[in-house]
């Protein structure tokens, strides 16, 4: 897969003595994590994106393999610089 960039909000939680940070894509909804420090949270949502975006072509395949496109549709598959 080509690279693609993102938007992540970070927001600091907790108190001042132990803020913990969470970081939310802005572009894919459910992609949040959790870290300790902000660039621990960016690590994790960063993994969370890439495991949400395996899962989604992974979905994707598997209606194409099962959902042949109706009479008059076709499919394609494009590469977007992002």
Same mark, same amino acid.
Request: charged residues 25%; negative net charge; glycine residues 10%.
């Given at each position: @897969?080509?690279? @693609?960039?993102?938007? #992540?909000?970070?927001?600091?939680?907790?108190?001042?003595?132990?803020? *913990?940070?969470? *970081?939310?894509?802005?572009? #894919?909804?459910?992609?949040?994590?959790?870290?300790?420090?902000?660039?621990?949270?960016?690590h994790n949502v960063v993994a969370a994106l890439h495991d949400i975006l395996d899962l989604r072509r992974k979905e994707a395949e598997a209606e194409v393999r099962t959902a042949p496109p109706q009479q008059g549709s076709s499919l394609r598959t494009v590469v977007v610089d992002a």
């Open positions: @897969m080509g690279k @693609m960039r993102f938007t #992540i909000r970070l927001t600091k939680n907790g108190p001042e003595d132990a803020w *913990a940070f969470t *970081a939310q894509c802005v572009e #894919i909804p459910g992609a949040i994590s959790e870290g300790n420090t902000e660039d621990e949270a960016v």
